[in-house]
Each structure stands twice: as structure tokens, then as C-alpha cells.
């Protein structure tokens, strides 16, 4: 019988399931609804389904690079204890190296890929590895990088995946400093390489802030002007890579010190693991007095 949107969109409901193993499953059970969940329970996808409203804020930030090529991304599960397992380290390389071959513009497009040439989309091959782990786990989000041959690449995973940082430096093909400047990155979070990507807006916005605190400090309006332009540096010292202390050689700037190797900072990527999620807050008493009660 022919599967419409409404038969797919139903199991989904029950089952919380991707639309593609939802449009599957009932396609092998010829339309019947039970027979589709438990189609799909069999498969562990219902499983990993009921997951779908648990809070995963945890994970790891993981990097692989091929040729030319690099991708740092976010994986997220429950509980900082599943990363150290070998499934889910599997499951990251696996992951990374499918991003590199396939390239897809956005995490809905490569959840809907086939993997490995086998026909099973990536969002199932997540939903069989929650089957087995038995925590949600999902791709939260990903960054492909393309270098020249001339250029560098550098990896740098802190505190076990908690942060990652990939960097692109050009007219070098030093990955020992394209690393040491990931390094920097990872411990300071600058938010842009140079000031020139800070916006008029932003700028202007700290412009008045600056300016409203000397004036409230009671300084004469006349030198006002002059300190607000002294303190903006500091500003862009704390956002912009380059205007940095190096934290390898606090004596001199990023700039200084990537430019006196001839290389030039071309951009970077850094995630920090959960960063704007809503984080799970465990009780350790609640949870004992829980226990005790069953």
C-alpha cells in the first residue's frame, strides 16, 4: 500500500524516530502502525527515540583531517563517563571521516546521507549506537575547513574533548605552530582573528558604554574622548586573536609572533562542549533519597 506523509508523520509521534526509519519501517510492515513500532523497537531506533527528550549537554568536540581537509565537530551525550568509551570515540572517527568524504552543507543534510556505502543513513547509525550505549548522543554541529598546500592545520583537543580548536594558518606549513596557536585559542577564546571583523554596531555599542563609565567616574567631557579610544584597545585586546599576548610568549602579540615565522592567521573554529545548553543539574542527595524509596 502506498505510505502518505500523514502514516509517516503519526509514527513519528509515537515513536519519536527519523523520517526516513519512520518511512522505512513502514514500508516493511505494509502501512500497519503496531507492526511499525515494534518494527522499529526491534531495530533500536524506538529506543534510542525515548531518549529524544533527555537533556545531553556533555559530549566531546573531536577533529579529523585528511589532506586539505579538516573538521572539527560536536558530539553531545548524557554523562562525561560515555566518552571515554570505545563505541563513542568509534563513533566520532566514523562520524569525522563521513564529513570530510561527503562535505554536507548542515547537520540535517548529513543525517540523512547514506554511511559507509551500505545504505544506512548516518541518523540511524546514531540511533543504533544510543541502542547499544544507551545515553542520547546526537551531532550538534560541525565546521569543515579547506587549506592550500602551502598552509597549515592545527588540532588542539583540551581537557579529553571538553574544548577543540582548529586553526588555519597560510604562508607556513608549520603544524607545530598552527597547534601552538590553537593552544591560545583554547585557553583565551578570542571571539575574531583581527578587528576588522567586529562590527561598526558592536564597536559603537562599547563606544557608549565606555564613554558613560568615564563620565560617571567624573572625568572632564574634554579628555572623555581620549580615554574611551585608550580603553577600546583593551577591548579589542580581549576579543581579536591578534591584538593578544601570546600566552606561549607573554612578551609579544599573536601577530608578532605568527608573522615573524611568515605566516598569517587566515581563521579558526572553536567549540567548547555544551556551550548555550541547557545543562542537566543532578541533586546527589535527591538522587540517593530516590533510591532508597523504590
Given at each position: 500500500?502506498?505510505?502518505?506523509?500523514?502514516?509517516?508523520?503519526?509514527?513519528r509521534?509515537?515513536?519519536?524516530?527519523?523520517?526516513?526509519?519512520?518511512?522505512?519501517?513502514?514500508?516493511?510492515?505494509?502501512g500497519?502502525?503496531?507492526?511499525?513500532?515494534?518494527?522499529?523497537?526491534?531495530?533500536?531506533?524506538?529506543?534510542?527515540?525515548?531518549?529524544?527528550?533527555?537533556?545531553?549537554?556533555?559530549?566531546?568536540?573531536?577533529?579529523?583531517?585528511?589532506?586539505?581537509?579538516?573538521?572539527?565537530?560536536?558530539?553531545?551525550?548524557?554523562?562525561?563517563?560515555?566518552?571515554?568509551?570505545?563505541?563513542?570515540?568509534?563513533?566520532?572517527?566514523?562520524?569525522?571521516?563521513?564529513?570530510?568524504?561527503?562535505?554536507?552543507?548542515?547537520?540535517?543534510?548529513?543525517?540523512?546521507?547514506?554511511l559507509?556505502?551500505?545504505?544506512?543513513?548516518?541518523?540511524?547509525?546514531?540511533?543504533?549506537?544510543?541502542?547499544?550505549?544507551?545515553?542520547?548522543?546526537?551531532?550538534?554541529?560541525?565546521?569543515?575547513?579547506?587549506?592550500?598546500?602551502?598552509?597549515?592545520?592545527?588540532?588542539?583537543?583540551?581537557?579529553?574533548?571538553?574544548?577543540?580548536?582548529?586553526?588555519?594558518?597560510?604562508?607556513?606549513?608549520?603544524?607545530?605552530?598552527?597547534?601552538?596557536?590553537?593552544?591560545?585559542?583554547?585557553?583565551?577564546?578570542?571571539?575574531?582573528?583581527?578587528?576588522d571583523?567586529?562590527?561598526?554596531?558592536?564597536?559603537?555599542?562599547?563606544?557608549e558604554?565606555?564613554?558613560?563609565?568615564?563620565?560617571?567616574?567624573?572625568?572632564?567631557?574634554?579628555?572623555?574622548?581620549?580615554?574611551?579610544?585608550?580603553?577600546?584597545?583593551?577591548?579589542?585586546?580581549?576579543?581579536?586573536?591578534?591584538?593578544?599576548?601570546?600566552?606561549?610568549?607573554?612578551?609579544?602579540?599573536?601577530?608578532k609572533?605568527?608573522?615573524?615565522?611568515g605566516?598569517s592567521?587566515?581563521?579558526?573554529?572553536?567549540?567548547?562542549?555544551?556551550?548555550?545548553?541547557?545543562?542537566?543539574?543532578?541533586?546527589f542527595?535527591?538522587?540517593?533519597m530516590s533510591?532508597?524509596?523504590?
Amino acid at each position: 500500500m502506498a505510505i502518505t506523509a500523514q502514516m509517516v508523520k503519526e509514527l513519528r509521534e509515537k515513536t519519536g524516530a527519523g523520517m526516513m526509519d519512520c518511512k522505512k519501517a513502514l514500508q516493511e510492515t505494509e502501512g500497519d502502525i503496531e507492526k511499525a513500532i515494534d518494527y522499529l523497537r526491534e531495530k533500536g531506533i524506538a529506543k534510542a527515540a525515548k531518549k529524544s527528550d533527555r537533556i545531553a549537554a556533555e559530549g566531546s568536540a573531536h577533529i579529523e583531517v585528511d589532506g586539505n581537509y579538516a573538521v572539527l565537530m560536536e558530539v553531545n551525550c548524557e554523562t562525561d563517563f560515555v566518552t571515554k568509551n570505545d563505541q563513542f570515540q568509534n563513533l566520532l572517527k566514523e562520524l569525522g571521516a563521513h564529513l570530510l568524504s561527503q562535505k554536507p552543507a548542515s547537520v540535517e543534510e548529513a543525517l540523512q546521507q547514506p554511511l559507509n556505502g551500505n545504505g544506512e543513513v548516518v541518523e540511524t547509525y546514531i540511533n543504533s549506537a544510543i541502542a547499544k550505549i544507551g545515553e542520547k548522543i546526537s551531532l550538534r554541529r560541525f565546521s569543515i575547513v579547506e587549506k592550500g598546500d602551502n598552509d597549515a592545520f592545527g588540532a588542539y583537543i583540551h581537557m579529553g574533548g571538553n574544548i577543540g580548536v582548529l586553526t588555519l594558518l597560510e604562508g607556513t606549513t608549520d603544524e607545530g605552530l598552527a597547534k601552538d596557536v590553537a593552544m591560545h585559542i583554547a585557553a583565551v577564546n578570542p571571539r575574531y582573528v583581527s578587528r576588522d571583523e567586529v562590527s561598526e554596531e558592536e564597536v559603537n555599542a562599547e563606544r557608549e558604554v565606555l564613554k558613560t563609565q568615564a563620565l560617571n567616574e567624573g572625568k572632564p567631557a574634554n579628555i572623555v574622548e581620549k580615554m574611551v579610544e585608550g580603553r577600546l584597545g583593551k577591548f579589542f585586546e580581549e576579543i581579536c586573536l591578534l591584538e593578544q599576548s601570546f600566552v606561549k610568549d607573554p612578551d609579544q602579540k599573536v601577530k608578532k609572533y605568527v608573522s615573524d615565522k611568515g605566516a598569517s592567521v587566515k581563521g579558526f573554529v572553536r567549540y567548547q562542549v555544551g556551550e548555550g545548553m541547557e545543562k542537566r543539574e543532578d541533586n546527589f542527595a535527591e538522587e540517593v533519597m530516590s533510591q532508597v524509596k523504590r
